[in-house]
């Protein structure tokens, strides 16, 4: 299993609502599943930038991974998120 980190700092509700309702099919066609979702984070130790909602993703492989963050035919989908606020994507593989 491949997991991936996404901090998302939502500034736009009304977006973020829109991207919502298509993330679902759109991590389904790459056999990713949410493992846990939270709308807030604590960092523990360190310092980093702004924290914001805070979502681990499983995928089977890395290919599945890059695959959906890369399909074009979910480009819109992508932009939805991207436009609901400050968002950062990182593949722990």
Do not use: C
Request: charge should be negative; aromatic fraction near 6%.
């Amino acid at each position: 299993m491949v997991y991936a980190y996404v901090n998302l700092s939502v500034t736009d509700e009304a977006t973020f609502a829109a991207y919502r309702e298509q993330a679902g099919a759109a991590l389904a066609k790459h056999g990713a599943r949410v493992v846990t979702s939270t709308p807030e984070q604590s960092v523990i130790e360190g310092s980093r930038d702004t924290t914001g909602r805070g979502v681990i993703l499983e995928f089977e492989t890395k290919d599945a991974a890059l695959g959906w963050i890369n399909d074009p035919e979910l480009e819109e989908v992508h932009a939805l998120r991207r436009a609901s606020g400050n968002s950062a994507i990182t593949l722990l593989a």
